[in-house]
């Protein structure tokens, strides 16, 4: 592939700038325990996360990526998880190898950078700010900030807008399915992890322009100017 020249780069947050989910296991299993239920194993919770922490919670409650857990159940599972999310949201948590020196990349290489989650706003500001990453981002938009989230390209679309950057001369760096469909949809360029959380199926399969192992590995992507 000859080298991407992008106006803009947006970067999704979990699975590809951190690696979230010891936090987020430790909640929902913490949460499981006050509702007399079992532990569900950090496994699972690695392939139901990204959809932000509400369907987290559903599918925690279920056992499985789809479907509705009970109504009444739900309504006082998801409390107690925000309660106890609002409390370790990064104790365990780490930026993955490679993000920094990326991200000192692409801010260096004069790229505008967004950071686009579907992780409530509420945790995604106290996780960027611990992890010292919140000033590479001239934008955040979080799982809540608009009325739809990704896959859906509304956030991409109105990333690019405050830009001031066609959608067609933008970047999505992500780790899931949702990236790429909301990337093609808003009609972004797409490059994929292949360490972060995709549902347990390989991100290959859903056809980004090119994966990374590492962060690093956008110095042979991305134009330098
Ligand atoms: O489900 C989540 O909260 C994670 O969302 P993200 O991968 O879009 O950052
Ligand atoms: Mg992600």
């Not at 996780?127 to 010292?132: M, P, T, Y």
Request: with cysteine.
């Amino acid at each position: 592939m000859s080298l991407l020249h992008p106006q803009m780069i947006l970067v999704d947050l979990d699975g590809t700038l951190v690696d979230s989910v010891p936090d987020l296991t430790y909640c929902v299993e913490a949460m499981l325990a006050r509702l007399g239920r079992p532990a569900c194993g950090e496994a699972a919770v690695r392939t139901w996360v990204g959809n932000g922490v509400e369907r987290l919670v559903r599918r925690a409650l279920i056992g499985q990526l789809n479907g509705e857990p009970d109504a009444v159940e739900f309504a006082r599972a998801y409390p107690i998880f925000l309660e106890l999310y609002s409390e370790n949201i990064f104790q365990r948590s780490q930026v993955y190898p490679g993000v920094r020196e990326g991200l000192a990349f692409m801010q260096g290489a004069g790229y505008p950078l967004g950071c686009v989650t579907n992780k409530a706003a509420q945790f995604t500001d106290p996780l960027l700010e611990q992890f010292g990453l919140r000033d590479y981002f001239g934008l955040v938009i979080s799982g809540d900030s608009l009325p739809r989230q990704k896959p859906d390209p509304l956030p991409l679309i109105h990333a690019a807008e405050q830009f001031g950057v066609q959608p067609e001369a933008s970047l999505m760096i992500g780790d899931s399915m949702s990236d790429v469909k909301a990337a093609r949809a808003a009609g972004f360029k797409v490059i994929c992890t292949t360490y972060g959380y995709n549902h347990g199926v390989d991100i290959r399969d859903s056809q980004p322009d090119a994966v990374i192992d590492s962060f690093v590995e956008l110095r042979g992507l991305l134009a330098s100017h």
